[in-house]
């Protein structure tokens, strides 16, 4: 790792104080005992005149992808002046950290700060190494601040703190020899995880980036439902509150400390009309482009916070939501895996302490590929790709043609259709009996493509990229359902929790039925259309369904999942994929692409 400069120790001791805030009995002891020089930022430059422009870039659900990201998981939308569109190559570490530090020259201030999802499920070249190469990277980024988000919790909030403090794996150990992992010189923020012991936040809740007078406080949050969509081993001991509440809770504090410039980084999102990154979603009115959980929260939040740095959606968005009083206030996201990084201007009044807010201005810019890397990012990429090559580069299978996941442009998703035949394949030779197999749409994280990625040559599947498709470490899982029972978890798909944002299972094959989405809720998915191996699903008969260990549990709102009876626990679902390529497939007879026909989609 690079060494430290004076400044980057003195982050490190800051991050450490604030770390242990669920030590002091309050916030305000927390920032009392915080030495004078804590919180300054990196960059310098006049003290200029009344009003002072502070640009903040931002970011988020980078999840790892140190390399850039491949198929269409590393391509934005762009809106063209014609009316057309295009795709446009984006993203990857060597890239992100030359747009940030070309964005940020000629602008003494600049706070650069992320929404969550930065680590967890990454790309093998990260997640081999438990994250620690990514973490290294922001560092490296020169990233001042970021708020968890769901997938920080994946391995745990012990876990968590060491990516924050630093030290080796308690079972992996360190990966370098002679080099010890020194964890975030940024705080994560996590001012609404509690401790369900103590009551005290995991994480520090909030921090102030000063400079030259000027003040601007960071509020981090995560999705109240995280417990939803996490392991249970990975929230456990832990409790998730209300957002806005929250939020709200921490903007008074800041106030009263004199902080009246507020940001909140929030890991929840939204979903704009276009999936182009330059699309005006305040067309034809502030906000009027953009739907989901982040419309009602921006829109509850206290107007002492200034702007809202989003996540969790993946989507890219720039828009002014009217706050509580009305008044118009930026909420933005940046895609994900770094593709896109926003940059906003924060018009900073000297004398109220305050953002102007009609002065605020903000843009999504793309992470081109075609600008010059970053040698330190190209340095650490080479010595992680060193330490993880014996494992990552053995070929596992073959494929004719990209397979679609991430990408697809259909809920169900061609690879999640291969996932789910590659479960069910697994199950029976576990248990015979077993009938069909569903698989969670987010566990899913990329796309299988044809090109090769380096030399192990086209159509060629490497066993990294079957782990940057799977990651998580889930295992298959089996258990009985009756009729009724997959009828419901069905349902659950566009119902419920999920009504809003649906989650489609990926089916196994010989599972077919119709979802009319012209209906509402449950009654979308079309009862009478479920079939199983062309028979009708029989309410009170039982049926062995393979199933992800997060599914079984219960994940993503699918309650009747996790009612099944006389379980069974198989391998871990990557090995399952890995053994299903290789037995299925060769050099000379490579596996086409799933059609996704299993459901029938009525818009």
């Not at 620690?132 to 988000?149: H, I, Q, R, Y």
């Not at 276009?274 to 009115?285: H, R």
């Not at 979802?515 to 259309?529: C, E, H, Y």
Request: proline share 6%; with cysteine; charged share 20%.
């Amino acid at each position: 790792m690079t060494p430290l400069t004076p400044h980057r120790t003195r982050r490190r001791a800051a991050s450490r104080i604030l770390a242990a805030a669920a030590g002091f009995a309050t916030v305000g002891a927390l920032v009392a005992a915080l030495p004078a020089n804590a919180t300054q930022d990196r960059h310098h430059g006049g003290k200029g005149g009344r009003t002072v422009d502070v640009q903040l870039l931002s970011f988020n659900d980078f999840h790892g992808n140190l390399e850039p990201p491949a198929g269409s998981s590393g391509q934005v939308t762009e809106n063209l002046p014609d009316g057309t569109t295009r795709k446009v190559d984006a993203g990857g570490v060597e890239y992100l950290a030359t747009s940030l530090r070309t964005a940020r020259k000629s602008h003494p201030y600049s706070v650069t700060a992320a929404a969550g999802d930065l680590i967890g499920a990454s790309p093998l070249l990260s997640g081999l190494f438990h994250d620690e190469p990514t973490v290294e990277a922001m560092n490296k980024l020169d990233l001042d601040v970021t708020s968890v988000g769901n997938h920080e919790f994946d391995e745990g909030a012990t876990e968590l703190a060491r990516m924050q403090n630093g030290g080796c794996h308690p079972k992996d150990g360190c990966f370098e020899d002679g080099k010890k992992f020194e964890g975030a010189d940024y705080p994560y923020l996590a001012a609404n995880v509690t401790n369900e012991k103590t009551g005290k936040p995991i994480l520090a809740s909030y921090w102030v980036w000063k400079h030259n007078g000027v003040k601007i406080g960071f509020i981090g949050v995560t999705l109240e439902g995280t417990p939803d969509i996490v392991s249970a081993d990975g929230v456990k001991g832990l409790k998730f509150h209300d957002e806005i509440e929250t939020v709200n809770k921490y903007a008074k504090i800041l106030d009263k400390q004199g902080v009246k410039s507020i940001v909140t980084l929030i890991h929840e999102g939204g979903v704009p009309a276009s999936g182009s990154y330059n699309y005006d979603c305040d067309s034809p009115s502030g906000g009027a482009g953009i739907s989901g959980p982040i419309v009602d929260i921006a829109k509850s939040i206290s107007p002492k916070v200034d702007a809202l740095v989003t996540g969790h959606t993946h989507n890219a968005y720039v828009c002014t939501i009217p706050d509580p009083s009305g008044k118009p206030r930026m909420v933005t996201s940046a895609s994900s895996y770094g593709k896109l990084y926003t940059d906003t201007t924060l018009t900073y009044d000297r004398r109220t302490k305050d953002v102007v807010r009609t002065s605020v201005k903000s843009a999504n810019h793309v992470v081109s590929r075609t600008q010059p890397k970053a040698a330190d990012m190209t340095a650490l990429i080479g010595r992680w790709n060193k330490l993880a090559a014996p494992v990552a580069n053995q070929p596992v299978g073959y494929i004719s043609a990209d397979i679609p996941g991430r990408g697809a442009a259909s809920p169900e998703e061609p690879l999640g259709d291969l996932i789910a035949d590659a479960q069910l394949a697994h199950a029976k030779t576990l248990d015979p009996k077993t009938s069909l197999a569903l698989m969670n749409p987010g566990g899913v994280r990329s796309d299988l493509v044809y090109k090769a990625s380096s030399s192990e040559g086209d159509g060629v599947v490497t066993y990294g990229e079957g782990f940057t498709v799977q990651p998580f470490s889930n295992t298959v899982n089996l258990a009985d359902l009756t009729g009724a029972q997959v009828i419901t978890a069905l349902q659950q798909q566009v119902s419920g929790s999920n009504e809003a944002s649906p989650k489609i299972l990926q089916p196994s094959a010989g599972l077919t039925y119709t979802l009319d989405m012209t209906k509402t809720g449950a009654a979308r998915v079309v009862v009478d259309s479920i079939r199983l191996n062309g028979a009708a699903i029989d309410p009170a008969a039982t049926y062995r369904v393979a199933m992800n260990s997060f599914l079984a549990g219960g994940g993503d709102g699918f309650a009747a999942l996790g009612q099944g009876k006389n379980p069974l626990v198989g391998s871990d679902d990557l090995k399952a994929f890995n053994d299903y390529l290789t037995a299925n497939s060769s050099a000379t007879s490579p596996i086409a692409p799933p059609k996704a026909d299993r459901i029938t989609i009525v818009k």
